[in-house]
T-cell receptor
Framework: KNEVEQSPQNLTAQEGEFITINCSYS?????LHWLQQHPGGGIVSLFM???GKKKHGRLIATINIQEKHSSLHITASHPRDSAVYIC???????????FGTGTSLTVIP | DVKVTQSSRYLVKRTGEKVFLECVQD?????MFWYRQDPGLGLRLIYF???????EKGDIPEGYSVSREKKERFSLILESASTNQTSMYLC????????????FGPGTRLTVT
């Protein structure tokens, strides 16, 4: 049973579109991590959140602790944004992250 | 720049072989993790270590063991590789404070034939 659900699983967008990826979880958390994985395997950290909103360039991440929900937004999407985006949560009671299965994004020129 | 390295990007082994995967981090992090990643299942934790010589089982430890003799190095051992251990293996590290951010290695794609 996965405690972290992401939607959609797959997403295709035209270059320039605004993109939203959603993450819902079922437990109280200390932190939520958004990660990006390009073909070939390497995973990089995008955001670490425990409340509110963070912005980095064209990427925005928000979290609603009461609703146990987070969103990752990409403005003015570009083909180089094509990757798998992964949400991970760190429960209040544990020391390990639990991961969603990822959202595969393809941005078409 | 933060660095987590893994000993191999691609590895092909035969059923029954003993396999060693090594991970090295240069950030003086206390916590290190081994995950496997399979399509449709996401990353699953095999083992983690919060200090030298300390280890904890993750969600799927069966068929694996680990070793952490030095702070910077965390090894994953497949005692007798089986075909169902064909997967992508990812190492990560994290500091012991409340920053929580994990840093990942490039991954090792292991094929067991």
């Amino acid at each position: 049973k996965n405690e972290v659900e992401q939607s959609p699983q797959n997403l295709t967008a035209q270059e320039g579109e605004f993109i939203t990826i959603n993450c819902s979880y079922s437990v109280g958390i200390s932190a939520l991590h958004w990660l990006q994985q390009h073909p070939g395997g390497g995973i990089v950290s995008l955001f670490m959140l425990s409340s509110g909103k963070k912005k980095h360039g064209r990427l925005i991440a928000t979290i609603n602790i009461q609703e146990k929900h987070s969103s990752l937004h990409i403005t003015a999407s570009h083909p180089r944004d094509s990757a798998v985006y992964i949400c991970a949560v760190l429960p209040n009671t544990g020391n390990q992250f639990y991961f969603g299965t990822g959202t595969s994004l393809t941005v078409i020129p | 720049d933060v660095k987590v390295t893994q000993s191999s990007r691609y590895l092909v082994k035969r059923t029954g072989e003993k396999v060693f995967l090594e991970c090295v981090q240069d950030m003086d992090h206390e916590n290190m993790f081994w995950y496997r990643q399979d399509p449709g299942l996401g990353l699953r934790l095999i083992y983690f270590s919060y200090d030298v010589k300390m280890k904890e089982k993750g969600d799927i430890p069966e068929g694996y063991s680990v070793s952490r003799e030095k702070k910077e190095r965390f090894s994953l051992i497949l005692e007798s590789a089986s075909t169902n251990q064909t997967s992508m293996y990812l190492c990560a590290s994290r500091s012991g404070g409340e920053t929580y951010e994990q840093y990942f290695g490039p991954g090792t794609r292991l094929t067991v034939t």
